[in-house]
């Protein structure tokens, strides 16, 4: 059985989810004002395809040849070049478009003379911006809105899990490590292989299958920043910097935020152990104000430093308590000492 999770903490976690989404919206409704390309333009691919040679450029045939060379074309893809003027340069744009459905599968730009162009702005200027950037319409920040929201309620019910506690003597196959090693390292078999796996509890498959699942979205998102950052495209370095931020965050929230709540039989017994403890102590201090024979008084001195070093041990709970038991009440009189009495 999973363990459960305080709820103040949790509060703790929504509210922080709540704080990333606000500022994914604010962020989103600042950038999505400051566009900084034209949908069209010489270089766009709604123009037509050149066929004859800009005024002081290379011919577009060569132009390809250098975009894509003749050897590392795809027979299932087509090709397309065209060109213009930006900023009063030539230049040429070469489309690589898949052939059964027409999507742009890569663009590329050169100047006059062939030289390859990685410069965002002659993309934005001449038109070509919205096949070479990443995010380049207003939706797709809504896209990443819904996308941050879902990684939160997908974090929030994994940190609901906690972690089982294992005895020590569990074997090596059964622990969480182990598990998570294969759903990581083998994506779809092993994944397979977890949810199938023998003598382990549900709770725990379903925590490491979750936890492997953030693990692989934030590669993925690391991927598409590092990608977003090669192209310069700012919009799309804000959508998957913040969903970067929402994975780390389900996966960190844990150690951080979150404390383990004890069960009813783990508070029951830490409750029954204090007050045991604490009865033997007085019954052990009890005695200890009494006279009694020399090795009784050793017993007790011996129970007394077990019990006050905080290592109680059973045997000797049960010692201290037999103690208070035989010498709480005073030993039964003869009835030669009635006689003397009387």
Not at 94 to 115: H, L, P, R
Not at 261 to 290: C, K, N, W
């Amino acid at each position: 059985m999973a363990l459960r999770v305080a709820r103040r903490p949790m509060v703790a976690y929504r509210l922080c989810a709540s704080f990333l989404l606000v500022a994914y919206a604010a962020t989103a409704i600042a950038m999505s004002s400051t566009k900084d390309w034209a949908d069209t333009g010489p270089l766009a691919l709604t123009q037509p395809a050149l066929s004859q040679r800009l005024p002081g450029a290379i011919n577009p045939d060569q132009a390809l040849d250098d975009c894509f060379p003749a050897a590392n074309r795809g027979a299932d893809k087509r090709y397309k070049v065209v060109g213009g003027y930006v900023d009063g340069r030539p230049y040429y744009a070469c489309y690589q478009v898949v052939a059964a459905t027409g999507y742009v599968f890569d663009v590329k730009v050169v100047d006059g003379a062939g030289f390859p162009i990685n410069d965002a702005g002659i993309f934005k200027r001449g038109g070509a911006w919205p096949w070479r950037g990443v995010a380049t319409s207003t939706p797709g920040f809504v896209t990443g809105g819904a996308g941050l929201a879902v990684l939160l309620a997908f974090g929030w019910l994994y940190n609901r899990r906690q972690p089982e506690g294992l005895p020590t003597a569990t074997p090596w196959t059964r622990r969480s490590l182990v598990l998570w090693a294969v759903a990581t390292v083998l994506p779809v078999i092993g994944w397979l292989a977890v949810a199938l796996w023998p003598k382990v509890s549900l709770a725990t498959r379903s925590r490491v299958l979750m936890q492997a699942t953030l693990c692989y979205a934030g590669a993925f998102f690391v991927f598409a920043v590092a990608n977003a950052a090669f192209v310069s495209d700012q919009w799309a370095l804000a959508i998957y910097g913040f969903l970067t931020i929402g994975v780390a965050y389900g996966l960190a929230a844990n150690p951080l935020l979150l404390r383990r709540v004890p069960t009813r039989m783990e508070a029951a017994t830490d409750a029954f152990d204090s007050v045991a403890i604490q009865r033997a102590l007085d019954g052990v201090y009890a005695l200890s104000q009494r006279k009694l024979p020399q090795d009784v008084n050793a017993k007790v001195a011996e129970i007394r430093k077990t019990s006050w070093s905080c290592c109680l041990t059973p045997a000797s709970f049960r010692q201290a308590r037999e103690s208070c038991s035989l010498f709480s009440r005073p030993p039964p009189t003869t009835s030669r000492q009635a006689s003397r009495r009387t």
